[in-house]
């Protein structure tokens, strides 16, 4: 079955920066796009980051030139590197996967920007 796992958020001060992992499992990993988004308290959840199978990279405007995707396929890992953090920033940050005509999410994990 498929499997997300999400991990590397914290709290951290503004402009500071964090890494996040999501450890995937149960599919090809090298076969499919993979995504990540955040829901801020009160808002709708959004796409951060998508990196396809074959590597390119796209973002929200939001956090283009501090945000960068990344993948390793050998270890079924996608990345995300978040600089220059913002304290609109703060979210529960996902990882996505569209497998099977469905879509799977990581259990999330929480980052909190302080100003």
């Known amino acids: 079955q498929v499997q997300l796992v999400d991990s590397g958020g914290g709290l951290v001060q503004g402009g500071g920066s964090l890494r996040l992992s999501c450890a995937a499992s149960?599919?090809?990993?090298?076969?499919?796009?993979m995504a990540w988004y955040r829901q801020c308290p009160g808002k709708q959840r959004e796409r951060v980051a998508v990196i396809s199978s074959g590597g390119n990279t796209n973002y929200a405007d939001s956090v283009k030139g501090r945000f960068t995707i990344s993948r390793d396929n050998a270890k079924s890992t996608v990345y995300l590197q978040m600089n220059s953090l913002k304290p609109e920033d703060t979210a529960v940050y996902y990882c996505?996967?569209?497998?099977?005509?469905?879509?799977?999410w990581g259990q999330g994990t929480q980052v909190t920007v302080s100003s």
């Open positions: 996505n996967v569209y497998y099977a005509s469905r879509g799977y």
């Open positions: 149960g599919f090809t990993f090298s076969y499919y796009a």
